[in-house]
C-alpha cells in the first residue's frame, strides 16, 4: 500500500484538533462508535477535553484513494516538548497549522524549528479562514518571516498553502470559501508533497519504540516506526535498552492503526507505525531489532528538564480522609510509572523518604501530572516550583525564556514595570489597531508566580506566551511573586462572621462551612508579610436579634483558585496540598511558634 506518516504542528487552540477530526471522518475507512463524541474524537482524555488542549501525542490512520496516511497528532505546548520531539522522528512530513487571524505563535516556533532540522517537508494550513477577522495575507506574510527566521532551506520555504476552516470541514487550493467542498485538496496536497517512507525492506528488523501504552489484556503495548526490515505476529526479536545487555523477546501481538482503533496484523512492512506486544519490560527509546543480527538506532535526543518540585506524601491535619492512596510507597510507584510513558520527567530521592524531588519541562507539565494523580486517588503535597541551576565552565547557570506579551495599550505600562523588575529584557515592541505586542528575555525564575499577576493587572485581557530559551549565567536576585497570606489561627468550620472581618484583610481563598486546620492559609494578605487570622469566629449571641443575611451579603465571594493558580501563588515557605476533592494552600509550619523560630534561625 501507498503510505505516508506526517504530524501536525499547532499552536494551543489553532483548531488542529478539529482539522484532524475533519480528514477522519471524510475518509474512507473511519467508522463513528455509537459511545464516541461528536467533536474533538482526538482530545480523547478528560483533561485534554477540560483544557482544550493536546497533551498526549495519538496515532490515526486514514485511506484516502488507496494511499494510508498515519497521522501524529503532536502536543501544542512547549511544556509537553518531550512527547514532541520523540514523536517527530515517526514522520516524514509536517502540516503547519496556523490561525489566519492570530498567525503565527511562539509554540508554533518551537514544534516547526524541531520539524525544519529533522529535514520535514512542511505544507502550511491556514486554518479559521471563516473568522469575521481573518488577516490572510498578513499570516501567509508571517509564516515565510518565520521559515527563515528558523533557517530553512530553498526547498522548505517552497511550501504549498492550503487555505482551510476545519470546523466546517472544508480546505482548498484558494482562500475562496464559496468554492471549497471538502478536504480533498488537504488529501490530495499529503499525497503528492509528503514523500513516501524511504523503507528497507529487505535489511534486518530495527524499530524505535516511541511510545507506550497499556492494555488490560495484552497488557504493555510498544508504538514505534519500522525502519527497516519487516515484523510479524509471533517474530522472536533482540531488544537493544540505552544501557545495559541485550535482551531476547517474543512478539505476541501484532497491531497497525486504522482509524483511532488497532487491528491485529500479521505483518508490518518497513515505513508503517505498528504497535506491539509481548515485551512486558519495553520502554521508550529502545530498539527492536532482528534476534540474529541486532543493530541499534541512534538514539532519541531530548532536552534536559527546567523546572523541578518536591513531591511529598500528605502530613497536613486532613491526611487521609479524601485520597485513597497516600503512603510513600503508592507515591513512589505511581511516579515510577509515570517515568515509563514521559521521558521528559525525571525523579530523584529527597531529603527524607517521605520526598521526592520531580523534574520537568515547564509549570503546566507538572501540574498536569499532579492533576493527573489526584484524580486518580492520590494525596500528595507538593512545594513552590524552582529553576534547575547548572554549573558550566566553572560558573552558575539557570534558564531562560522568551516571552511574548500582548495587551491592550492602556496597560503597556503595567507590563513594562512587572517585567523589568523580574529581570526581563525587552527585545521588541509594536502595536497595532490599539494592541501592544511585546517580545521579553526573561530569566524562567522571573516568571514562576507571573501569571496570576499578569492576568490580574491586565484585568484578564493580557495574552501571555513563552517559550525556552536555553541556559544563560544566573541572574543576581530576583524579585518573584511577592505577597503576604491570611494564616488560618485554629482548626474549625469558616464562618461568614469570621470571614466578613478576615476580608477586610485581603482576599479570601475559602467559602463560609468549610472545614479548615491551624495553618493553612485562607488568603491573600493585601500588604507584604503574613497575619493571622479567626475565621472560624461566631458571633456572640446577644439580647438583640440581627438578620443573618446581611453578614452573607456583605461577604465578597472568595478567590477560588485552580492547581495552577494555588502553584503559582505560593512562596518558598508553603506548601499546595493536593487530593482527588480538595486544593489547599497551607504553610510548611503550621504552628505560629515554629514559624517565628524558623524566622529567628
Known amino acids: 500500500m501507498d503510505l505516508r506518516n506526517i504530524a501536525i504542528i499547532a499552536h494551543v487552540d489553532h483548531g488542529k484538533t478539529t482539522l484532524v477530526d475533519a480528514l ?21 482524555n478528560e483533561l485534554e477535553r477540560e483544557r482544550g488542549i493536546t497533551i498526549f501525542s495519538k496515532n490515526a490512520s486514514i485511506e484516502y484513494r488507496g494511499t494510508k496516511i498515519n497521522i501524529i497528532d503532536t502536543p501544542g505546548h512547549a511544556d509537553f516538548g518531550g512527547e514532541v520531539e520523540r514523536v517527530l522522528n515517526m ?3 509536517s502540516l503547519l497549522l496556523v490561525d489566519a487571524q492570530e498567525g503565527p505563535m511562539p509554540q508554533t516556533r518551537f514544534v516547526l524549528k524541531r520539524a525544519l532540522s529533522l529535514g520535514h517537508k512542511i505544507i502550511v494550513v ?26 530553512a532551506n530553498d526547498e522548505q520555504v517552497e511550501f504549498p498553502v ?9 480546505a482548498g487550493r484558494t482562500p475562496d470559501l464559496a468554492s471549497m467542498t471538502d478536504c480533498g485538496p488537504l488529501f490530495e496536497a499529503i499525497h503528492s508533497y509528503i514523500p513516501p517512507p ?5 535489511n534486518p528488523l530495527q524499530m524505535m519504540i516511541i511510545a507506550v501504552r497499556y492494555d488490560n489484556y495484552k497488557g504493555r503495548v510498544g508504538i514505534g516506526r519500522v525502519y527497516s526490515g519487516r515484523l510479524s505476529a509471533g517474530m522472536p526479536v533482540a531488544i537493544i535498552p540505552h544501557e545495559g545487555p541485550l535482551r531476547k523477546g517474543k512478539i505476541t501481538d501484532l497491531m497497525t492503526f486504522a482509524g483511532l482503533d488497532t487491528v491485529e496484523i500479521s505483518t508490518v512492512e518497513a515505513g508503517d507505525i505498528a504497535a506491539i506486544a509481548g515485551i512486558p519490560d519495553i520502554t521508550i527509546g529502545e530498539t527492536v531489532t532482528s534476534k540474529e543480527y541486532p543493530a541499534t538506532l541512534p538514539p532519541i535526543m531530548i532536552e534536559k528538564p527546567t523546572v523541578k518540585m518536591i513531591f511529598s506524601v500528605n502530613d497536613s491535619p486532613f491526611a487521609g480522609r479524601e485520597g485513597d492512596y497516600c503512603t510513600s510507597r503508592n507515591l513512589k510507584e505511581r511516579l515510577m510509572k509515570e517515568l515509563e510513558s514521559d521521558i521528559a520527567l ?10 521526592f524531588v520531580v523534574n520537568g519541562r515547564g509549570e503546566l507539565h507538572l501540574a498536569i501530572l499532579i492533576e493527573k494523580m489526584r484524580r486518580e486517588g492520590y494525596e500528595l503535597q507538593v512545594s513552590r516550583p524552582e529553576v534547575i541551576f547548572k554549573e558550566e565552565d566553572g560558573r552558575t547557570t539557570e534558564p531562560a525564556e522568551d ?8 496597560y503597556s505600562g503595567n507590563v513594562i514595570e512587572m517585567m523589568s523588575s523580574r529581570k526581563g529584557k525587552l527585545k521588541n515592541m509594536h502595536v497595532e489597531n490599539g494592541v501592544a505586542m511585546f517580545h521579553f528575555f526573561i530569566p524562567t525564575r522571573g516568571l514562576i508566580g507571573f501569571r496570576n499577576e499578569f492576568i490580574m493587572k491586565t484585568k484578564g485581557r493580557g495574552i501571555l506566551n513563552s517559550l525556552y530559551a536555553g541556559y544563560f549565567p544566573k541572574w543576581e536576585h530576583i524579585e518573584t511573586n511577592p505577597h503576604g497570606s491570611l494564616v488560618i489561627h485554629e482548626a474549625g468550620t469558616t464562618t461568614a462572621y469570621g470571614l466578613l472581618n478576615a476580608q477586610e484583610r485581603g482576599v479570601l481563598f475559602v467559602k463560609p462551612a468549610t472545614p479548615v486546620y491551624k495553618g493553612q492559609v485562607a488568603g491573600e494578605n493585601a500588604k507584604s508579610g503574613d497575619i493571622t487570622v479567626n475565621v472560624c469566629k461566631e458571633k456572640q449571641l446577644t439580647n438583640f436579634r440581627s438578620k443573618t443575611e446581611q453578614v452573607t451579603d456583605d461577604l465578597v465571594p472568595p478567590r477560588i483558585l485552580s492547581l495552577e493558580q494555588a502553584l503559582e501563588y505560593i512562596g518558598d515557605d508553603e506548601l499546595v496540598e493536593a487530593t482527588p476533592k480538595s486544593i489547599r494552600i497551607r504553610k510548611m509550619l503550621l504552628t505560629e511558634n515554629e514559624r517565628k523560630k524558623a524566622r529567628r534561625g
Open 24 to 44: 477522519l471522518k471524510q475518509s474512507s475507512n473511519f467508522k463513528i462508535k455509537a459511545d464516541a463524541p461528536k467533536e474533538l474524537i482526538m482530545d480523547s
Open 91 to 93: 514522520a516524514d512530513g
Open 126 to 151: 491556514i486554518n479559521k479562514i471563516d473568522k469575521p477577522n481573518a488577516r490572510i495575507n498578513y499570516t501567509l506574510e508571517k509564516i515565510l518571516e518565520l521559515f527563515i527566521d528558523l533557517g
Open 162 to 170: 492550503i487555505y482551510a476552516a476545519g470546523k466546517i470541514g472544508k
Open 198 to 202: 524511504i523503507a528497507h525492506s529487505d
Open 346 to 355: 525525571r525523579v530523584e530521592p529527597g531529603a527524607s523518604p517521605d520526598e
Open 403 to 410: 516571552a511574548w506579551i500582548e495587551v491592550p495599550e492602556q
